[in-house]
């Protein structure tokens, strides 16, 4: 699965040596999967010690979601990890193997000279955290802060880029690197949509549950002949922007089959999210969340034209039409 067109954080960067944010999702047929989560690189695993400080001041956007202005490194840094957390949220313990979403800059120890920031592209990163998918540095801090937190590390060439560091973004192998990171929120396999619930009052169509506990809602399809036309419906309406078709989307989802709403797809039963991007599944899915808002639960009945048509999927006959509840997390 490939990677959507845009910037890609450094801190998932190939040259580096580490694994990059894998995509998942659909096989030839589009269906949405879940991934797992991959070994991280030996560093990732080896003990880290980790320590109090130096760490430079910030000078400028101090407060939590500002861009913040740091300052070059007071003197020679730690050779151990150096972690602080510089405002203290009350939010959601960060897990590992959660999606951690967060805000962030990074420049180098020596010279503050900046070499990536979210900020500036106007998003929060997402990615996996505590399993090998960003540098270690990352893994071994953030697992076990809170949302809401704003954490400032010094990271070691050896928990960084390595020997080799990141020639494109001026890393020498040799620099300490600096992040000042916001904790923004963190997703796991049992993460729901918190928006507001919108009336279900057309008896022809599906009802789906509200629940957030994060376990999968209830799909109650009516007795009656399927809709020809494709159905998006809120069923709890977020506060997120809507999304891009050209998207990648962290999501959960359950579908079931019109025709006796069996059950044959459920990312709550694998306990993983699914990450894909939209415009490699069915159709269905393509146009039915173009335009919803993240943070969003959505019904969705999909036609064969806009599903899998006449050929038969597991668990799904042929010319079957089909009804998913999903909970649009976040944006990749």
């Given at each position: 699965?490939?990677i959507?067109?845009?910037?890609?954080s450094?801190?998932?960067?190939?040259?580096?040596?580490?694994?990059t944010?894998a995509?998942?999702?659909?096989?030839?047929?589009?269906?949405?999967?879940?991934?797992?989560?991959?070994s991280?690189?030996?560093s990732?695993?080896?003990?880290?010690?980790?320590?109090?400080?130096?760490?430079?001041?910030?000078t400028?956007?101090?407060?939590?979601?500002?861009?913040?202005?740091?300052?070059?490194?007071?003197?020679?840094?730690?050779?151990?990890l150096a972690?602080?957390t510089?405002?203290?949220?009350?939010?959601?313990?960060?897990?590992?193997?959660?999606?951690?979403?967060?805000?962030?800059l990074g420049?180098?120890?020596?010279t503050?000279?900046?070499?990536?920031?979210?900020w500036d592209?106007g998003?929060?990163a997402?990615?996996p955290?505590?399993?090998?998918?960003?540098?270690?540095?990352?893994?071994k801090?953030?697992?076990g802060?809170?949302?809401?937190?704003r954490?400032?590390?010094?990271?070691?060439?050896?928990?960084g880029?390595g020997?080799?560091?990141q020639?494109?973004?001026?890393?020498k192998?040799?620099d300490?690197?600096?992040?000042?990171?916001?904790?923004?929120?963190?997703?796991?396999?049992?993460?729901s949509?918190k928006?507001?619930?919108?009336a279900?009052?057309?008896?022809?169509?599906?009802?789906?549950?509200t629940n957030?506990?994060?376990?999968?809602?209830?799909i109650?399809?009516?007795?009656?002949?399927?809709p020809?036309?494709l159905?998006?419906?809120?069923?709890?309406?977020?506060?997120?922007?809507?999304v891009?078709?050209?998207d990648?989307?962290?999501?959960?989802?359950k579908?079931?089959?019109?025709d006796?709403g069996?059950e044959?797809?459920?990312?709550?039963?694998?306990?993983?999210l699914?990450?894909?991007?939209l415009?490699?599944?069915?159709?269905g899915w393509?146009?039915g969340?173009?335009?919803?808002?993240?943070g969003?639960?959505?019904?969705?009945?999909?036609?064969?034209?806009?599903?899998?048509?006449?050929?038969?999927?597991?668990?799904?006959?042929?010319?079957?039409?089909?009804?998913?509840s999903?909970d649009?997390?976040?944006?990749m």
């Open positions: 699965m490939g959507p067109v845009r910037r890609r450094l801190l998932l960067a190939v040259p580096a040596g580490l694994l944010l995509g998942c999702g659909d096989d030839k047929s589009g269906k949405p999967a879940a991934s797992a989560s991959p991280g690189p030996a990732s695993s080896a003990p880290v010690k980790i320590v109090e400080g130096p760490l430079p001041d910030i400028a956007g101090t407060k939590f979601g500002e861009k913040p202005t740091v300052a070059k490194g007071p003197g020679a840094p730690s050779k151990d972690v602080k510089v405002i203290q949220g009350s939010g959601t313990t960060v897990a590992q193997g959660d999606y951690l979403q967060a805000n962030y420049q180098i120890w020596d503050a000279k900046v070499f990536d920031n979210s592209r998003a929060p997402i990615f955290i505590g399993v090998g998918r960003v540098i270690p540095g990352w893994d801090a953030l697992v802060k809170k949302v809401g937190d954490v400032e590390l010094a990271i070691p060439p050896n928990l880029y020997e080799q560091g020639p494109d973004a001026g890393i192998g040799t300490t690197l600096v992040f000042v990171v916001d904790v923004v929120d963190t997703f796991n396999g049992k993460s949509a928006g507001k619930a919108v279900q009052n057309d008896a022809k169509l599906p009802k789906v549950g957030t506990d994060g376990k999968a809602p209830s109650e399809v009516p007795k009656t002949a399927a020809t036309k159905v998006a419906n809120y069923v709890l309406e977020g506060d997120g922007r809507p891009k078709p050209t990648t989307l962290l999501l959960q989802y579908g079931v089959v019109w006796g069996k044959f797809d459920s990312s709550y039963k694998n306990g993983q699914a990450q894909f991007p415009q490699q599944l069915i159709k393509q146009e969340l173009a335009g919803k808002k993240v969003s639960r959505v019904m969705l009945v999909v036609p064969p034209d806009l599903g899998y048509g006449d050929k038969a999927q597991p668990g799904i006959p042929a010319k079957s039409t089909l009804v998913f999903l649009i997390l976040a944006v």
